[in-house]
C-alpha cells in the first residue's frame, strides 16, 4: 500500500472579512445539487473513513462516510450550515474518523471551532484558551487533535466525554521556522531560510529534506505565505517529493539526500519522470493542480481521459474529472466530477497512467533519439548532468524489494550445486549471458529481442580485468529487466544494465572463495543466513578494483559502502586510495551542500585516521571550516559566541501546569479582577520574605522547562512576581544583542555512538563514538569546530553531570576530613566511626569508577597522569578508614596526613573544567610532558654527584649513633657532631670535649645513600648544610665537586630549565590544551556516567549540530587565518563568506 501522505488541491478563495464566534445553530437542508458549483475545500480523516467539504459561498459543511464503500458516487451523510462564521473566511479544516470537525476561521486573526458533527447541539472546547490564536488544525491517525498556536505545538487526545479537551503534549517551533503543514502520521513539514525540515512528534527527531544556497524569500514575515501556498509535499516511505514553485525535489530518506530535481515547465523532462512506477504516485497528486492548465498534449491528455478507465462510467467523468476539487489519500482519489462525490481506486488511476506511459515510449524515442540530453540537472548538483534516467533507476531499485528472487536463487543453487562457466537468464525482452572466456576473465553480455522468432543482438558485453581459473559460475537470477544477481565460487555479484547508455555496472559484492561443494554449503550459509538480506561487502571485496571503482564512480554506492571502503583503505596502507576517497567525499558536498552525509564518511572512521593518518584530520578541519548555516543572520538575544545547538522541537509538557496557571489568571484577570487582586496581596505577603529563594526557584524551574517565556510582554503575566521576573529577564536577554551568523558542524556523525548494544557488555565495556576515540587530537580543538561541539556536550548534560560528581566528592572529602580533623574531645565516637564508614562506602564508588576505565583500556589509563593521581586520593582515605576503624586507635597519622593531602588537591583538580582555571592545569601538564626527557636526564645527573658525594663522605670506618666512636675518620658522625670545651680562666681550650651532643642520620647525610640523594635534592634548592660540616681547604675534592654541581646543576641546567618552560609556555596552544582536558572529561562521563540507552539520545548526540558566532569575531578569524595561511581564498563557499562579511583580500600585497 502507499505510504503517501494525504494530499489535496487547494483552491484558494480568501477575503477579508471579520465576525465574532457565535454558537452554531445549524439548519439540516436537503437539495439535490449539495453545492452550487465546485466546493471550496475537502479533507479526510487520517484513517480514511470520512470525508467533509465545505463551500464558502453558502457556509454548508456537507459529509461523507467512505469507509466499506466501492468506487464510483458515494451517498451524502450530513449537510449543515456553520453559522458562527458569520463574514469572517474559513481557513483550513479538518475532521476525525468520528465526526469531530475543527477548523480556523476569522478576519485578522485566526480562531478556533469544534463540532461533533454526531451531536451538533454539543460545544467542544480546548483548555488554556487557545481558540482566538489558533493558525492551523489536523488529527492523527490516534485520533489526536493537533493544533499550531505560533510558536506552539499542542496535541489533544480527543477520546473523552468531556466537553473540554485537554492537551497532554507541547512542542515549541524554533524560531524563524515557519510550519508547512502536519501528516496525519505525525509528520511535521517546516521552513526556514531557504530549508525544508522534517520532523516527526513521536520519535522528536528531525532531517533536513532541502536547501537552497539561493534565498527563496528574505521576508520573515511572509514566510508562512509563502510556504502554505508555494510548497506541496508528498511522501512513502524512502521518497519524499517537494514541489517547490516549478520544481519539484525528490528526497531518499534513508541516505538523507536529494536524488533529483525536475522542472514542471520541462515537458519531456516531467513525463520521463511520471513513468517511473515509484515515482507516479508521488508525482501524481503534486502535478494534479497542473492538470487544468499547464499540463497540455497528447500525452497528458491521454493520462487525464485513460486515468479513469477502469470505471464504467469514464466516457462520462474523465473530461471535467480533473478540473474540479480532488483528494488524494495513501488509497483513494476523492472528487466531484459531476453533483456527487466520488471515491475512486488511486492504484488503479497510477496503473492507468503507467500504462499510457508505456504506450508512448516508443513514441518518445522516435520523436527524440536523443533523449538523454533532455535531462539535466536532476542528481545531486547543478554542474553534473546525467544523461539518462536509467541513474534514478539504479538508486530506487533495492534489491531487498524481491526477498522471493533471492530466496529461490540460493533454493536452486543448493538443491542443484553445479560447477558451470556459462549461465543464461531470459527476461521481458532481454536476454543476459555470463561466461567464463579463454582467458579466465568474467564476461557479461545483454541481447535484445528483435522478432518473435527468437532473434537476439547484443546490445552491451563488459569484461571483468581479473583472471579466474576454472568453471566458477554457480547460479543466476534477475531481478528485473536491468538488474540481475550471480552467484560464483568467489563470491555474491549484482550488475546493473544502463539501457540508455548501454552500460554494465557492479553495484553489489560479497567475496568468498570457494573451492568445493561441501565448503561452498557451509560458507554461503554462514555468510547469508537470512537469504533476502544482503549482508556488508567484507573487507576482502574492495580486493576487487572494478568494485572499488564503482563505489568512487557512484554517489549511492559511496554513500552506503564507503566507510567500509576506507577502512579497508586505511587498514590495507592504500594511501592513494584513501585520498582519492577523501577527495570523492569533500568534492561531493561542495558541489552541493545539501550532501552532508558524504563527510560522515570521513569524520565515522576518524579515530583509524588518528591513529595511522592523522594528517587527514588537520586537512579536513581546513577544508570543511566555517559551513554556513544560512545565508543570512541575525541580531538575537539569547545566544554566544560559539553556542551550539541542533534545530530541534522543543517538548515542553512539563510546562503544561505552567501553562493553566496562566490561563487561570488570564481568567480571572478578565472576569474576577477583584479576586486576581487579593491573590496578589497574599503572593506579596508570603513570597516577599523568600524573595530571591523564589527567584532562584523560577530561574531552576525555567532551566529545565518546567516554566516557559510565552509572551516577552511582561502584562500577559498577571501576578506580580512572574512579571517582575520576566522584566528582570527580558532586560538582561535584551542586554547581550549581537549579530550572530550560524555554522554547520562540519563533524556529522562524529559525536554519535552504535544503535546497537548489549545492555550488560556495555556496562563492562561501553562501545566508543568516534569524539571519544580522538579527545587528544589537537587539529580538531584548534578550529571553532572542535571548541562547538565541546560547548554544545558541556550545555547540554556535562556541566550537570560534572556537578553531581563534584558535589558527590565534596560529601567524601567532607566525611573523612571532619573524621580525621576534629579533636577527640569534639566528636562522639559513633558519629565518627558513622563518618568513616560513610568514607569507606563513598570512596569505593568513585573507586568503581576509576576501575571501570582500568577494564575498558588500561593503556590509556596510564598514559594519564591525573588517573594515578585520583586512584591515590580514593584509595589512601579508603584504607586509612578501614585501619582507623578495625584498631580504634589514631595510630596512623602519616595515612591521615597523606590522604587529607591528596583529597585536597583532587577538590581542587575539578576546577580543571573551569576555563579560567582548567587553562593552567593544561600548562602544568602539557609542559611536563614536553620537558620530561629533560628531568630525566637532569635526575641522572643529580644520581651521579649524590653517588660522588656518598663514596667521597661515607665513614670508612665501623661506627654506632648508640655508643660513641672515638677515631680519626674525618666522615664519622661523632666527629661531626657539635661539641663543646671547657675553656680555662688563662683562655685555654681543653682539646677533650666536655659535652658531645649525639649524632643522627642527619649529622652525616651520606652515611646512607637515600640521604645522600635527599641532601642533593636540598642543595639543588639553594640549602648546602648537609656539606657545611667538613673544612673545604681540607677537602680539596669536596670544593670541587660543590663548584660542579654548582655550575652544571644550579647554574647552567636550572636556568636552561626555566628557558625551555617558558619556550614549552610560549610554543602550546593553551586553550587547545584546556578544551582537550575538557574534552577528555566529556568522554569519561559518557562512557561511565551516562547509561547505555543515554548515549543514543537524539537530542545529546544528534548526527548535526549547529554553532553562532559573532559577526565581529568571525571577520577576525578569517583574517587572521589569511595572514597564517589557513584560509582557502578559492573556494567558492569561502568567497561567499568573505563577500557576505564585507572582507577584502588583496592577493598582491597579501594583507586585507
Request: glycine share 2%; charged share 25%; aromatic share 16%.
Amino acid at each position: 500500500m502507499s505510504q503517501m501522505e494525504e494530499f489535496s488541491v487547494k483552491i484558494d478563495d480568501k477575503n477579508d472579512k471579520d465576525d465574532d464566534v457565535q454558537d452554531d445553530d445549524d439548519d439540516d437542508f436537503d437539495s439535490d445539487k449539495p453545492f452550487n458549483g465546485k466546493p471550496t475545500m475537502m479533507e479526510v480523516s487520517p484513517n480514511e473513513k470520512y470525508l467533509v467539504a465545505y463551500n464558502k459561498e453558502d457556509n454548508s459543511i456537507l459529509g461523507w462516510s467512505i469507509e466499506n464503500h466501492d468506487e464510483g458516487p458515494l451517498k451524502l451523510d450530513i449537510n449543515f450550515k456553520l453559522r458562527d462564521i458569520g463574514e469572517g473566511t474559513l481557513y483550513q479544516m479538518c475532521v476525525s474518523d468520528d465526526k469531530k470537525l475543527v477548523y480556523t476561521y476569522g478576519i485578522h486573526k485566526t480562531k478556533l471551532a469544534i463540532h461533533d458533527m454526531m451531536d451538533r447541539d454539543r460545544k467542544i472546547t480546548v483548555d488554556c484558551d487557545f481558540t482566538d490564536r489558533c493558525d492551523y488544525c489536523t488529527f492523527n491517525l490516534k485520533g489526536e487533535l493537533i493544533l499550531y498556536c505560533d510558536p506552539y505545538i499542542y496535541i489533544y487526545p480527543t477520546k473523552t466525554k468531556r466537553n473540554k479537551w485537554k492537551y497532554k503534549r507541547m512542542y515549541e517551533i524554533p524560531l524563524y521556522f515557519m510550519p508547512i503543514s502536519i501528516s496525519p502520521k505525525d509528520k511535521l513539514y517546516l521552513y526556514s531560510n531557504n530549508s525544508i525540515y522534517e520532523w516527526d512528534l513521536n520519535t522528536e527527531k528531525g532531517v533536513k529534506i532541502f536547501g537552497n544556497d539561493k534565498e527563496i524569500n528574505p521576508n520573515l514575515e511572509d514566510e508562512l505565505i509563502y510556504s502554505k501556498d508555494n510548497i506541496q509535499i508528498s511522501r512513502n516511505e524512502n521518497l519524499v517529493c517537494i514541489k517547490i514553485d516549478s520544481k519539484i525535489i525528490v528526497y531518499m530518506i534513508d541516505l538523507e539526500i536529494q536524488v533529483a530535481s525536475l522542472d514542471i515547465n520541462y515537458d519531456i523532462q516531467l513525463r520521463t519522470f511520471v513513468k517511473h512506477p515509484v515515482l507516479c504516485p508521488l508525482l501524481f497528486p503534486l502535478l494534479l493542480s497542473l492538470f487544468k492548465n499547464k499540463l497540455k498534449g497528447e500525452f497528458w491528455d491521454e493520462c487525464k481521459g485513460k486515468s479513469l478507465g477502469h470505471l464504467k462510467q469514464s466516457d462520462q467523468l474523465s473530461k471535467e474529472f480533473f478540473q474540479n476539487y480532488i483528494q488524494v489519500t495513501d488509497d483513494y482519489v476523492f472528487g466531484f466530477p459531476d453533483e456527487n462525490l466520488w471515491k475512486i481506486d488511486l492504484k488503479e488511476v497510477i496503473s492507468n497512467i503507467l500504462n499510457v506511459c508505456s504506450s508512448f515510449k516508443n513514441s518518445d524515442e522516435s520523436n527524440n533519439n536523443n533523449s538523454d540530453e533532455i535531462i539535466e540537472n536532476w542528481y545531486f548538483d547543478k554542474k553534473e548532468t546525467y544523461k539518462s534516467c536509467d541513474r534514478l533507476n539504479l538508486l530506487l531499485f533495492n534489491p531487498y524489494a524481491y526477498p522471493d528472487v533471492i530466496k529461490a536463487l540460493f533454493h536452486e543453487t543448493i538443491s542443484n550445486f553445479e560447477y558451470k562457466n556459462k549461465l543464461e537468464v531470459f527476461g521481458n525482452l532481454k536476454k543476459w549471458k555470463v561466461i567464463i572466456n579463454n582467458m579466465g576473465e568474467i564476461e557479461l553480455q545483454v541481447f535484445k529481442k528483435l522478432n518473435d522468432i527468437n532473434e537476439w543482438k547484443l546490445i552491451c558485453k563488459m569484461v571483468e580485468p581479473e583472471s579466474i581459473e576454472g568453471q566458477s559460475l554457480v547460479g543466476i537470477k534477475l531481478f528485473d529487466n536491468s538488474n540481475i544477481i550471480i552467484l560464483t565460487i568467489w563470491g555474491v555479484f549484482i550488475y546493473h544494465f544502463n539501457e540508455n547508455n548501454k552500460f554494465i555496472s557492479l553495484i553489489y559484492h560479497y567475496e568468498i572463495y570457494l573451492y568445493d561443494e561441501e565448503g561452498f554449503l557451509r560458507d554461503y550459509k554462514k555468510a547469508f543466513p537470512d537469504p533476502a538480506i544482503l549482508p556488508l561487502p567484507n573487507s576482502k571485496s574492495f580486493r576487487s578494483d572494478i568494485w572499488v571503482s564503482s563505489i568512487k564512480n557512484n554517489k549511492e554506492l559511496m554513500l552506503k559502502y564507503g566507510v567500509e571502503l576506507l577502512k579497508f583503505a586505511i587498514r590495507k596502507r592504500k594511501p592513494e586510495l584513501i585520498d582519492e576517497v577523501y577527495e570523492k567525499c569533500i568534492t561531493y558536498f561542495k558541489e552541493e551542500r545539501n550532501n552532508r552525509m558524504f563527510l560522515s564518511i570521513i569524520t565515522s572512521i576518524m579515530p583509524s585516521l588518528n591513529e595511522y593518518y592523522p594528517e587527514y584530520i588537520e586537512r579536513y578541519s581546513l577544508d570543511t571550516l566555517m559551513i554556513t548555516y544560512s545565508s543570512i543572520y541575525n541580531t538575537k538575544d539569547d545566544e554566544l559566541h560559539l553556542d551550539s545547538f541542533q534545530y530541534e522541537m522543543f517538548n515542553l509538557s512539563k510546562s503544561i501546569w505552567w501553562a493553566k496557571y496562566n490561563a487561570f489568571m488570564n481568567q480571572l484577570y478578565k472576569d474576577h479582577k477583584k479576586i486576581l487582586w487579593i491573590l496578589n496581596v497574599i503572593q506579596i505577603l508570603i513570597i516577599l520574605p523568600i524573595f530571591p529563594i523564589y527567584f532562584a526557584t523560577l530561574y531552576m524551574l525555567m532551566e529545565f522547562d518546567f516554566i516557559i517565556v510565552y509572551d516577552k510582554k511582561v502584562d500577559k503575566y498577571r501576578d506580580i512576581f512572574s512579571s517582575l521576573y520576566f522584566s528582570v529577564y527580558n532586560f538582561f536577554s535584551n542586554y547581550k544583542n549581537s549579530s550572530m551568523i550560524y555554522f554547520t558542524n562540519p563533524y556529522i556523525k562524529f559525536i554519535t555512538y552504535p544503535k546497537d548494544y548489549n545492555w550488560f557488555l556495555e556496562l563492562i565495556k561501553p562501545q566508543p563514538s568516534p569524539f571519544v576515540e580522538t579527545t587528544m587530537n589537537r587539529d580538531i580543538y584548534k578550529t571553532w569546530d572542535g571548541e562547538a561541539i565541546i560547548n554544545f556536550k558541556w550545555n547540554t548534560y556535562g556541566k550537570y553531570y560534572y556537578a553531581f560528581i563534584w558535589i558527590l566528592f565534596m560529601a567524601f572529602l567532607g566525611c573523612f576530613t571532619i573524621a580525621a580533623t576534629t579533636p577527640q574531645q569534639y566528636i562522639d565516637d559513633n558519629i565518627q566511626k558513622q563518618l568513616l564508614v560513610a568514607s569507606v562506602i563513598l570512596g569505593f564508588i568513585h573507586l568503581i569508577f576509576e576501575i571501570r576505565q582500568i577494564i575498558y583500556d588500561a593503556n590509556k589509563w596510564i598514559r594519564d597522569f591525573w588517573n594515578m593521581f585520583d586512584v591515590i586520593a580514593y584509595v589512601l582515605p579508603i584504607y586509612t578508614s578501614i585501619i582507623w576503624l578495625q584498631t580504634n586507635e589514631m595510630n596512623t597519622i602519616p595515612l591521615l596526613s597523606f590522604s587529607c593531602l591528596f583529597l585536597d588537591i583532587k577538590f581542587l583538580l575539578f576546577f580543571r573544567a573551569i576555563e579560567y582555571f582548567g587553562v593552567y592545569f593544561a600548562i602544568i601538564i602539557s609542559v611536563a610532558q614536553q620537558i620530561i626527557s629533560f628531568l630525566v636526564v637532569l635526575f641522572i645527573i643529580i644520581i651521579s654527584f649524590a653517588h660522588a658525594f656518598y663514596i667521597l663522605l661515607i665513614p670508612r670506618t665501623p661506627f654506632s649513633f648508640d655508643e660513641r666512636t672515638n677515631n680519626n675518620d674525618p666522615n664519622n658522625p661523632w666527629n661531626l657532631a657539635s661539641s663543646f670545651n671547657l675553656i680555662s680562666e688563662d683562655g685555654s681550650v681543653n682539646p677533650n670535649p666536655y659535652i658531645i651532643q649525639p649524632p643522627n642520620g642527619n649529622t652525616n647525610m651520606f652515611v646512607d645513600f637515600r640521604t645522600s640523594l635527599f641532601a642533593m635534592y636540598k642543595f639543588l634548592t639553594g640549602d648546602s648544610s648537609a656539606l657545611s660540616n667538613w673544612t673545604y681547604v681540607d677537602n680539596p675534592a669536596l670544593a670541587i665537586l660543590i663548584v660542579l654541581f654548582s655550575l652544571l646543576i644550579v647554574v647552567y641546567l636550572m636556568n636552561l630549565l626555566i628557558g625551555l618552560l617558558n619556550n614549552a609556555i610560549e610554543k602550546d596552544n593553551n586553550r587547545v590544551s584546556y578544551l582537550i582536558q575538557k574534552a577528555e572529561i566529556l568522554a569519561e562521563i559518557e562512557l561511565f556516567y551516562l547509561f547505555p540507552y543515554q548515549r543514543r539520545w537524539e537530542t545529546w548526540f544528534p548526527e548535526v549540530i549547529h554553532y553562532s558566532a559573532d559577526v565581529d569575531k568571525v571577520r577576525e578569524k578569517i583574517k587572521e587565518m589569511i595572514k597564517n595561511n589557513e584560509w582557502d581564498i578559492n573556494d567558492e563557499s569561502k568567497k561567499n563568506l568573505m563577500k557576505q562579511l564585507n572582507i577584502q583580500h588583496f592577493t598582491n600585497k597579501n594583507t586585507l
